[in-house]
């Protein structure tokens, strides 16, 4: 018996999806692969202006899920390039190591103001918050007030646009768990006592070299040449999903509206879009969650500089106050392929925002200068260098937000998305879950074995749920 699949979004998790199906040689399947965009990889795609190549965020390749590291070897296996891992933390207008370095944190706070951090330290585990509903209160548990402050605060609050104390819990819980003080000072000591089992960060990651889009866009032709009957189609978007004799129908908007019936859908889109656009018995109260759920946007303004880069960073954490810039990419040391011109310099200054605020509606032009003006006033780029190209990219629907609205009304939506006959939702947005790429692509493979067997043995829910955070390693 022949099934028709649909599968809404051609990110990491659709296409991993796509691809577990494309082999599986036991069931005939006719797959649609239907993407919003004019390119696949989501928010992993790799943009290309004149051969000058933007990582939309960076994604580093590495997993402690074999299969996610196998899926990426076979997709990829001559265009891995082995990358060190620098990234730094700049803060009142100096770098700080990340992991911290003792030297490099007492040069930089001085001994009077490492003191307080120790002091604050302290207090916390004498006096510490008796409850942790929130990041405030998570991280000033485990680091002090004060390093808090230093080290968490600033950056945070750009990425979200709202108080740490607004934000759960739960996200920081799944991002730097098993992290605390003393390991951070134990990384941070220049010897490490021999037999000491220390979590500490990766310090390598392999890197497709011309950025992650080259994987996925890899993965697509590799889709469509496993089965004829699996189909990629761009700038395709859900209008409409209506389920009626146990068939899903759907609307779809190309060059015209196309309706077609599909047997079991797997969504990657934002989940309050996909409620939202269901003629399905639907409660009240679970639309009215649809619609209040929010996702943070992010916009890189790509830039090139007519001198050679002097950083030696991935990319920069920029906590500085008195800027808008969240993050900088230095592309020239992701790889030197992403760069035309090795003599010049290729950044990806990042802004954190709102669809619709001030900075997402801000000309290109502005968007420009702006970014050009803040790397100069924090000295990351010399004074003497003239931006030569500079372009923007604005990506929706990029980062899910943990608010107190989402801590009391997700529970329920989650077991109402469970109940929905045939649809299976995966990936960062599909889920409304901050994953990371590999825990986005392990979902959607759980997803497509679910189809194989037919019923729901694998609980994509529990991905990432009780994992250490991914960056981590024991030494």
């Known amino acids: 018996m022949t099934k028709k699949i649909l599968i809404i979004g051609a990110g990491p998790a659709g296409l991993a999806c796509a691809h577990e199906l494309s082999i599986h040689k036991e069931t005939d399947f006719i797959v649609d692969i239907v993407e919003m965009a004019g390119q696949v990889g989501g928010i992993s795609r790799t943009v290309n202006f004149d051969e000058y190549y933007y990582d939309l965020g960076g994604h580093r390749f590495f997993s402690k899920i074999n299969e996610v ?86 950056y945070t609050e750009k990425v979200w646009g709202i108080p740490c104390n607004q934000i759960q819990a739960e996200w920081v819980a799944q991002r730097i768990k098993n992290l605390s003080f003393v390991s951070a000072i134990l990384n941070a000591l220049p010897w490490k006592r021999k037999g000491n089992k220390i979590k500490t960060l990766i310090s390598k990651f392999r890197y497709p070299k011309h950025g992650p889009g080259m994987m996925y866009e890899a993965m697509a032709r590799i889709i469509e040449k496993n089965n004829k009957n699996f189909k990629v189609n761009l700038n395709s978007k859900l209008v409409r999903l209506e389920y009626k004799n146990k068939k899903w129908i759907s609307t779809i908007k190309q060059k015209k509206l196309l309706v077609k019936e599909y047997d079991e859908i797997v969504s990657t889109m934002p989940i309050s879009s996909l409620i939202l656009s269901m003629d399905y018995d639907v409660p009240e109260d679970i639309k009215n969650i649809a619609a209040k759920l929010k996702y943070r946007a992010f916009l890189i303004v790509c830039l090139v500089f007519n001198k050679p880069n002097k950083l030696k960073d991935n990319w920069i954490y920029v906590h500085e106050k008195s800027v808008k810039l969240g993050r900088l990419q230095v592309l020239n040391n992701w790889s030197p392929f992403m760069v035309k011109n090795k003599n010049y310099s290729s950044y990806g200054a990042e802004y954190f925002c709102d669809e619709g605020d001030e900075t997402w509606v801000k000309p290109d032009k502005e968007l420009v200068e702006l970014a050009v003006k803040e790397l100069k006033l924090c000295g990351l780029v010399p004074n003497d260098y003239e931006c030569i190209k500079g372009n923007v990219v604005r990506a929706k629907n990029t980062y899910p937000v943990y608010d107190e609205f989402y801590r009391d009304n997700m529970p329920k939506f989650i077991e109402f998305v469970k109940t929905l006959p045939g649809l299976q939702v995966a990936g960062r947005c599909g889920m409304f879950k901050y994953n990371n790429m590999d825990h986005s692509i392990y979902t959607g493979l759980l997803a497509a074995r679910n189809i194989i067997l037919g019923h729901s043995k694998y609980d994509i829910w529990s991905v990432n749920q009780d994992e250490e955070y991914h960056e981590t390693k024991q030494e």
């Open 69 to 154: 590291n196998e899926l990426w070897k076979k997709t990829l296996p001559n265009d891995f390039l082995v990358r060190e891992r620098l990234s730094r933390i700049y803060y009142n207008y100096q770098f700080y190591n990340y992991p911290l370095q003792i030297k490099n944190v007492l040069g930089n706070l001085g001994l009077t103001e490492s003191f307080l951090i120790l002091l604050s330290f302290i207090k916390a585990k004498i006096f510490p918050f008796k409850e942790e509903n929130n990041f405030e209160q998570w991280v000033t548990n485990r680091f002090g007030s004060r390093l808090y402050k230093t080290f968490f605060k600033t």
